[in-house]
């Protein structure tokens, strides 16, 4: 019987976001196709973003990936953070980590920030592909220092880029461009798809919303990066300009629990607050496909970092046009089916209206190209350079 290749991951940590539901997609994927064995190492066994301290198990990828088999365990820290103290591993951690990367056969690293615990002296020689979702490393702390250090030890055998975009910053910071691998980002097409009109009524009615509402849905954290300020100027005309329009925002902070996004609220609205009634703070959702099947617009008002955004990838699928500002490879993702617009509150609500106004147009040009987002090609493209990363430092063993 051919054994299987064992794989291990290494997360900063488990919390509420599109790279981790992402490399959840793609461990599954793999882990129950056959040819691999995967687990999971998460350095923090919970995470506070935003204004919430999630908990591990509490998390969606978590408990996806337990669910089919995949062993998930954390070196046990509470919070994250980069400060000094946090960059250090105890021994405990550190043979922890290295028990389980000895038992692998290759690690994946989920961005790069986990590099520094594969960079240790003594961490297991064993070859590491490391998966990038961003297109600003010079914004990742010490992880870009991380990285160049992994890779001048030989440690790095393939980085996986979600975006055109993502591989050359990585470039352009001094990665190899031998190393960069383009995988555009995919999603399930069963779990992500537009729904028949009786479904997408109820799906409103659950939400608060009207069945002729005319939506707009930002799925994101609350980020400086997402431009939440951008958004919310943007949300406050359209709402004053469009009696039917309703503004739904989703994500870690996306709450009432957020005190400087309430504070943004109440500055921006204060003089109609009546349009606040118009506008859903929903938090984190378990049910992202049924929001977006609600939805007539998937917006994005981001200012940088982005790649590949997977929020615009999951509403589009699911009938949803996305409209979003120039920034990573958007603009290669909503070509001939959404919009981009300029990073402005007027074009943006603009863009938005007509949109919606164009959502029967853009219909049959969403549905064509439901077959380019699939995650089938995604994973079967992760799988390839795997196992090429594996064959190769198996030829390098073999030569010395």
């Not at 009634?277 to 981001?302: K, N, P």
């Not at 938005?352 to 190209?369: H, T």
Request: with cysteine; charged share 20%; aromatic share 4%.
């Amino acid at each position: 019987m051919t054994s299987h290749l064992r794989v291990m991951s290494i997360y900063e940590g488990f919390f509420s976001g599109g790279a981790r539901a992402l490399h959840t997609t793609v461990v599954a994927g793999l882990h129950t196709g056959g040819g691999h064995h995967h687990s999971v190492l998460s350095i923090y066994g919970a995470m506070r973003r935003e204004t919430i301290l999630q908990r591990m198990e509490d998390d969606a990828s978590y408990r996806s990936l337990s669910a089919i088999g995949v062993e998930v365990r954390s070196l046990g820290r509470r919070i994250g953070g980069d400060t000094a103290a946090r960059k250090t591993f105890s021994p405990s951690e550190v043979a922890t980590a290295f028990a389980h990367a000895e038992r692998a056969d290759i690690v994946l690293s989920l961005k790069e920030q986990p590099l520094r615990l594969v960079n240790l002296p003594g961490f297991p020689r064993k070859p590491v592909v490391v998966c990038l979702h961003r297109s600003d490393p010079q914004n990742q702390g010490s992880a870009l220092h991380d990285f160049r250090t992994a890779v001048a030890d030989g440690r790095v055998a393939a980085a996986i880029c979600c975006a055109e975009s993502t591989r050359d910053a990585y470039a352009a910071a001094g990665i190899p461009s031998g190393l960069l691998k383009v995988v555009p980002n995919g999603v399930d097409l069963s779990r992500f798809q537009p729904v028949a009109a009786r479904r997408r009524a109820a799906l409103r009615r659950a939400l608060g919303v009207p069945a002729r509402a005319e939506v707009v849905t930002l799925a994101a954290r609350y980020d400086p990066m997402k431009n939440v300020p951008l958004f919310l100027a943007s949300a406050r005309r359209y709402l004053e300009r469009n009696p039917h329009g309703h503004v739904l925002m989703c994500g870690a902070g996306m709450t009432t629990a957020n005190q400087e996004l309430c504070g943004l609220l109440n500055d921006l609205f204060d003089d109609e607050p009546r349009h606040l009634a118009r506008l859903h703070l929903l938090g984190i959702r378990r049910d992202m496909e049924a929001v977006y099947a609600a939805t007539d617009v998937v917006a994005l008002t981001s200012a940088s970092g982005e790649a590949a955004p997977l929020c615009l990838i999951e509403g589009a699928m699911c009938g949803a046009v996305p409209v979003s500002t120039d920034v990573g490879d958007t603009p290669v993702i909503v070509a001939g089916h959404g919009l981009i617009t300029a990073p402005d509150p007027k074009a943006i609500s603009a863009a938005w209206s007509e949109a919606v106004a164009r959502r029967d147009e853009f219909a049959p040009r969403l549905l064509a190209s439901r077959e380019r987002f699939s995650h089938t090609r995604m994973i079967a493209s992760y799988a390839r350079i795997i196992e090429s990363a594996h064959r190769g430092a198996g030829l390098r063993v073999g030569l010395r």
